[in-house]
């Protein structure tokens, strides 16, 4: 068996298009290793290969997936870690997003998320991210449990991760599952404050989901009312991004009076600034 350190070597040699070294497949082979730091070692040099693009196709070929998700569930924290690192480099390529999410991914995920060290969160929310813009894993990732961990990370602002919380609910709520499950935490709240008080990108993010929530839904349009999402949300049309502005504007119906607003809902329609009607969708803005 090679020696750790000319694993590791190897994976920069071969990250650096070097021809003298392991091929994915035998990397792969030590994932199986009943010897922790071997199973370690053996992950990090995916992870290195993985970064080169012309690597990604040779590591999926050799059938790692199975087996990263593997040590994602069962390997040592520092493992765990590079393996959803390399999840996520993996699943830059549009099939490999399915392929990850089918092999069981998620789930394992979600747990590095509530229990890693401030990296191996980083690392997880970023696969989840990746592998959420699949529109299967999507209800993969709501019905594994994720919205729960992201309204608690969204919660805490001392937690890090409050970017990361809102990026993959955004992302979530454009699924009629995610937009339940995300309405069932009483996201209402949290979401009118960030965008009051949040940085600009939390705040474009942040609006998104409150429109998701919003779209044919009297109660949760009522709630954001009553909260002050009106004066929010004209700040932020004045001076959020441009991205901001227009997720502020698609909510103009709570700026509507109260008949006028009741019959929107009704007919499941916003009012535009021009007073036209048109019909809403997230897909037809999914910038």
């Not at 504007?249 to 709570?254: P, S």
């Amino acid at each position: 068996m090679p020696s750790h350190s000319l694993i590791v070597a190897c994976s920069y040699r071969k990250l650096n298009n070097k021809s003298d070294c392991y091929p994915p497949q035998i990397l792969v082979e030590l994932l199986s290793s009943p010897d922790p730091r071997t199973q370690e070692h053996a992950v990090t040099a995916l992870l290195n290969l993985s970064i080169n693009e012309s690597n990604k196709g040779a590591i999926v070929i050799a059938g790692a997936i199975h087996d990263i998700v593997e040590v994602l569930k069962h390997g040592s924290m520092e493992a765990r870690e590079n393996a959803a690192a390399t999840l996520f480099s993996l699943s830059v390529v549009d099939e490999n997003k399915v392929q990850i999410g089918a092999a069981g991914a998620i789930p394992a995920l979600i747990k590095l998320l509530c229990e890693g060290t401030p990296r191996g969160k980083k690392d997880a929310a970023t696969a989840i991210f990746n592998l959420s813009i699949y529109q299967g894993n999507k209800a993969r990732a709501v019905r594994a449990g994720i919205v729960t961990p992201l309204m608690s990370l969204l919660k805490d602002a001392g937690s890090g991760m409050v970017d990361e919380a809102l990026a993959i609910l955004a992302i979530l709520a454009s699924h009629q599952e995610g937009k339940v499950a995300i309405a069932q935490t009483d996201a209402i709240p949290i979401l009118v404050e960030v965008i009051r008080t949040g940085f600009p990108r939390n705040r474009e993010n942040a609006a998104a989901v409150l429109w998701s929530l919003c779209t044919g839904d009297l109660q949760q349009l009522k709630l954001a009312r009553e909260l002050g999402a009106k004066e929010a949300l004209q700040e932020l049309t004045e001076n959020g991004t441009d991205r901001a502005k227009r997720k502020a504007g698609n909510l103009r119906v709570i700026h509507l009076p109260h008949k006028s607003f009741g019959q929107a809902m009704a007919t499941d329609y916003f009012c535009c600034p021009n007073y036209q009607i048109i019909r809403h969708s997230f897909l037809q803005d999914p910038n």
